[in-house]
């Protein structure tokens, strides 16, 4: 799926329903946890508060904007300031995927950053795949720290949390955590054996020169 405005609201709505769903069948989350985002219009949709991700429809998709006003009977996920500061910050984010998942998490609860241990680290747009400090969930603090995190990087991990995946679409989100999500069990796989041999910083430049212009052709692929 490309930006969101490029498709119709109820196309949209489906394809976000599809999305959760997925969270949960692919063992990225379970029941309630976890939330799922996308831009549309000048704020976003997101989902409930509350809501089970195996039972979500798009009638349990919100309409809010990026100060938490929000439309219809349901609340937004408590959540949603971070989303929303999220698209505050990366105007180029068209999708956000937030997930408890396991490794991920482990790592998290470590408050361990995802160093360059395999070149594939690169896929979240830089040397490494940061962890913010630690707040409470739903608080406008987690939302600062999130939102530097991302600055300059398309996932981070979130202390004692989870893990965010910023995309240009809902696909590309979902796919972004996960391979956070296997990132983080092939770090936490080699913690056991001993310390990861670590690749240098002109290698890692190399590849994300190299990942920039995969990314070009198939965004290029995209607009066919």
Request: hydrophobic share 40%.
């Amino acid at each position: 799926m490309t930006a969101s405005h490029s498709i119709s609201p109820d196309a949209l709505r489906n394809t976000f329903v599809e999305t959760a769903r997925a969270m949960n069948r692919k063992g990225l989350n379970q029941g309630r946890s976890g939330n799922v985002s996308v831009r549309y219009g000048d704020g976003m949709l997101i989902t409930a508060s509350g809501c089970h991700f195996d039972e979500i429809t798009p009638e349990h998709v919100v309409a809010t904007d990026l100060d938490g006003h929000y439309q219809g009977p349901l609340k937004p996920s408590s959540e949603r300031s971070f989303h929303a500061a999220i698209y505050r910050q990366r105007p180029d984010a068209q999708a956000v995927v937030h997930v408890h998942s396991p490794w991920a998490t482990t790592l998290a609860s470590l408050r361990r950053a995802i160093p360059a241990f395999h070149y594939m680290v690169a896929v979240a747009g830089g040397k490494d795949i940061p962890c913010t400090p630690y707040a409470t969930f739903g608080t406008d603090e987690l939302a600062d720290h999130i939102a530097n995190a991302v600055r300059d990087r398309d996932a981070c991990l979130m202390a004692n949390h989870g893990q965010i995946a910023l995309a240009g679409s809902l696909d590309a989100a979902l796919d972004l955590a996960m391979e956070v999500e296997n990132l983080a069990r092939c770090y936490a796989q080699a913690l056991t054996v001993g310390e990861p041999v670590l690749l240098s910083d002109d290698e890692m430049d190399a590849v994300l020169d190299k990942f920039g212009s995969y990314r070009e052709n198939a965004q290029a692929s995209d607009e066919q």
